[in-house]
């Protein structure tokens, strides 16, 4: 029978926990600011001089934003599970105190640092927050009885530190040692993930959890679908199995890693709805600012009226943000991104003397708080724009990414470097949001597949010793970008060609080297390291159950359609009831011509071939392989069993840089 792999079929929360973020840094003259010619004289040392000698690196007011209010580390920082296994080092990341390597561009040599630094700071009064125990920060806001945490990171262990860190240096002083309220700024799971660590028994009408609208929607429906083909992707986003050092991860420019600990998901006892809604939680007001559409589907930012903070969560933070992720996501709209960042300024630029986010640093002072929105509004909207202006002159998207270059003021300014995001996969994916996948060109309508084409393109080149040849020449004209792409065709022509596998895994890591964005770096050299290693296993059980429950039904009949093998399954036509009387729901299933099509219903379809009567956690059960135990079958069983059969499991390791 084949019956699906509850870490196969779940890898929903493994892919919004990786639903977090990817690349600037194509070329080493014109990394993120340039138009990207692909000019790489000088390449190996210079890495991006020409670009890297307009920033001010003599600028440390960054280094003192990280460093003020610092009130202690975690030492050693180190976080382990309940077995012992480490699912959290900073220290490893120890070497970026060392002076920038020839190995790494000067500007994210300079992120990294910054994003590295770690340990419990204050913020403003009453207001804390832990930095560096996750790629996400957490905020604590004391109340009246104890403190109200905001964004509880990834996994529950890391939440957990982060909190004894408070409690240890900071709660027992001021007598506010327990956790009072929960806020979630939005449905990706570094920012929820760790939940469990900070509030183990949940939400109830004394503790509140509060989130925006849509929030447990999106929480577990962004990466449902394609959350397999997401969650291997993300090791090359997060550069999750390169060794940390000067040569490999230095970081993901939105923070240094992911933790590996347990991932939790708490329903919200209170959902915000509107812009100007007030809450208090612990005598504690919160102002609301609705952003759906941002950085995430369902995001807020709040302030603090009371004590003049404002909470960007991660629309504003200190780099250019992704609107398309390399690891795979709907694409996001800068057009709403920067009118919800105009509209913070309206409604909150004269009412607060800091702002902090979910990652980095905060920024002190009215006037710099507008500026640095001000800053991104204006790079948010620059970037759409000139890719609507440059579709409307007939240009592609990869030619909108060649041409396109910021304004100095946009593209100096440190907050808008491409550490996280990139200006050239930004434009690619605005150029996707409006006009698709093709390009309009009848060349690019049909074209063979990679393997197919790669082949076609080294007879054409005189054969595969002609084809290395004319690579090795490239690259030895620091031209890497076609470089790889000769010997990229001659990989996928011949997966077992040694020697051009060896010199694209060379070209890679020259490009990884000089890339000032974190993850077209991480991805780069995760590309290098399984040409000569080959793929290692993906991580996918990263699901708790907080995060199955979570799923709608509908959710996952959803998960089981994408999986249906439909050329096994042209002939079959099965329905089917599931009923579960403790939700007061009853779904009626069909399978035919190869599709699974649901209805939402209150009755029994009486026409259906079986009826399955059961819990939501049995359905997940025999989801995940666990057979019909506890289930309650009416009419034919055999049915059960034919659809199961035409399930097909997801490859999770499949091959990204082979074919």
């Known amino acids: 029978m084949a019956s699906l792999d509850r870490r196969t079929l779940f890898t929903a929360a493994g892919g919004a926990a990786a639903g977090m973020a990817a690349g600037a840094a194509a070329t080493a003259l014109a990394v993120e600011s340039g138009n990207g010619s692909g000019d790489f004289s000088g390449f190996g040392g210079a890495r991006s001089a020409?670009?890297?000698?307009?920033?001010?690196?003599?600028?440390?007011?960054?280094?003192?934003?990280?460093?003020?209010?610092?009130?202690?580390?975690?030492?050693?920082?180190?976080?382990?599970?309940?077995?012992?296994?480490?699912?959290?080092?900073?220290?490893?990341?120890?070497?970026?105190?060392?002076?920038?390597?020839?190995?790494?561009?000067?500007?994210?040599?300079?992120?990294?640092?910054?994003?590295?630094?770690?340990?419990?700071?204050?913020?403003?009064?009453?207001?804390?927050?832990?930095?560096?125990?996750?790629?996400?920060?957490?905020?604590?806001?004391?109340?009246?009885?104890?403190?109200?945490?905001?964004?509880?990171?990834?996994?529950?262990?890391?939440?957990?530190?982060?909190?004894?860190?408070?409690?240890?240096?900071?709660?027992?002083?001021?007598?506010?040692?327990?956790?009072?309220?929960?806020?979630?700024?939005?449905?990706?799971?570094?920012?929820?993930?760790?939940?469990?660590?900070?509030?183990?028994?949940?939400?109830?009408?004394?503790?509140?959890?509060?989130?925006?609208?849509?929030?447990?929607?999106?929480?577990?429906?962004?990466?449902?679908?394609?959350?397999?083909?997401?969650?291997?992707?993300?090791?090359?986003?997060?550069?999750?199995?390169?060794?940390?050092?000067?040569?490999?991860?230095?970081?993901?420019?939105?923070?240094?890693?992911?933790?590996?600990?347990?991932?939790?998901?708490?329903?919200?006892?209170?959902?915000?709805?509107?812009?100007?809604?007030?809450?208090?939680?612990?005598?504690?007001?919160?102002?609301?600012?609705?952003?759906?559409?941002?950085?995430?589907?369902?995001?807020?930012?709040?302030?603090?009226?009371?004590?003049?903070?404002?909470?960007?969560?991660?629309?504003?933070?200190?780099?250019?943000?992704?609107?398309?992720?390399?690891?795979?996501?709907?694409?996001?709209?800068?057009?709403?991104?920067?009118?919800?960042l105009d509209e913070s300024i309206v409604l909150f630029g004269d009412r607060a003397d800091v702002a902090f986010a979910s990652h980095h640093w905060p920024t002190w002072g009215g006037e710099r708080i507008t500026a640095l929105l001000e800053k991104q509004r204006d790079l948010y909207a620059y970037m759409h724009d000139q890719t609507l202006r440059m579709i409307n002159l007939g240009m592609t998207g990869p030619e909108i990414a060649e041409e396109i270059t910021l304004p100095p003021a946009l593209a100096e300014t440190w907050a808008n470097r491409g550490y996280y995001g990139s200006l050239s996969h930004n434009v690619k994916g605005i150029y996707q949001r409006y006009m698709g996948w093709f390009d309009g060109n009848p060349a690019h309508l049909w074209e063979h597949p990679p393997a197919q084409a790669a082949r076609r393109y080294v007879q054409a080149l005189g054969g595969r010793a002609g084809a290395l040849d004319a690579a090795k020449a490239f690259a030895e004209e620091e031209d890497l970008r076609f470089a790889a792409t000769l010997l990229d065709h001659l990989v996928f022509a011949d997966p077992d060609d040694e020697e051009a596998k060896e010199e694209l895994a060379q070209v890679y890591t020259r490009l990884g080297h000089a890339a000032e964005n974190a993850v077209w770096r991480n991805f780069y050299l995760t590309a290098a390291q399984e040409l000569r290693e080959g793929v290692a296993k993906t991580p996918t059980d990263t699901t708790g159950r907080d995060m199955l429950m979570a799923l709608g039904v509908d959710q996952l009949i959803d998960s089981v359609a994408v999986r249906i093998d439909g050329p096994r399954a042209w002939d079959l036509k099965v329905r089917m009831d599931w009923s579960l009387p403790e939700q007061d729901e009853v779904w009626h299933l069909t399978l035919q011509n190869g599709v699974l099509t649901y209805r939402r219903g209150t009755e029994p379809d009486p026409d259906a071939g079986v009826v399955l009567t059961m819990t939501k956690a049995r359905l997940l059960g025999l989801l995940g392989g666990e057979g019909l135990d506890g289930i309650e079958v009416k009419g034919d069983e055999s049915l059960v069993q034919q659809v199961l059969d035409v399930v097909s499991d997801p490859d999770t390791d499949f091959a990204i840089v082979t074919p």
Not at 54 to 75: M, N, P
Not at 77 to 83: A, C, K, L, R, Y
Not at 98 to 115: I, N, Y
Not at 241 to 255: A, E, T, V
Request: some cysteine.
């Open 50 to 340: 020409v670009d890297e000698e307009r920033l001010d690196f003599g600028d440390e007011r960054d280094f003192e934003d990280a460093d003020r209010g610092f009130v202690a580390a975690l030492s050693p920082g180190v976080v382990e599970d309940g077995d012992g296994k480490v699912v959290w080092d900073g220290d490893s990341y120890g070497f970026l105190e060392e002076d920038v390597p020839e190995t790494a561009s000067r500007s994210l040599w300079r992120q990294s640092r910054l994003a590295a630094k770690q340990g419990l700071y204050k913020v403003t009064d009453r207001v804390y927050q832990v930095r560096g125990l996750d790629l996400s920060n957490m905020t604590l806001i004391e109340g009246d009885r104890g403190v109200v945490v905001v964004d509880p990171l990834i996994s529950a262990e890391t939440a957990a530190a982060a909190l004894e860190l408070y409690r240890e240096h900071r709660g027992k002083e001021a007598d506010r040692t327990e956790v009072t309220g929960l806020v979630f700024t939005h449905s990706h799971a570094d920012h929820f993930g760790g939940c469990r660590g900070v509030l183990p028994d949940g939400g109830s009408e004394e503790v509140p959890v509060l989130a925006p609208q849509g929030f447990m929607q999106h929480a577990v429906s962004e990466n449902v679908y394609a959350g397999t083909a997401m969650q291997r992707r993300a090791v090359y986003m997060y550069g999750s199995r390169i060794p940390r050092s000067p040569s490999g991860q230095i970081g993901c420019g939105l923070g240094q890693a992911m933790s590996t600990g347990a991932i939790g998901l708490i329903p919200p006892t209170t959902e915000i709805t509107e812009t100007g809604q007030v809450e208090t939680v612990d005598g504690v007001e919160f102002e609301f600012q609705m952003t759906p559409g941002t950085e995430a589907p369902a995001e807020l930012n709040f302030l603090l009226p009371g004590l003049r903070a404002l909470c960007m969560a991660e629309n504003a933070t200190h780099t250019m943000h992704n609107i398309i992720t390399l690891r795979g996501a709907q694409v996001r709209d800068p057009r709403v991104w920067a009118h919800y």
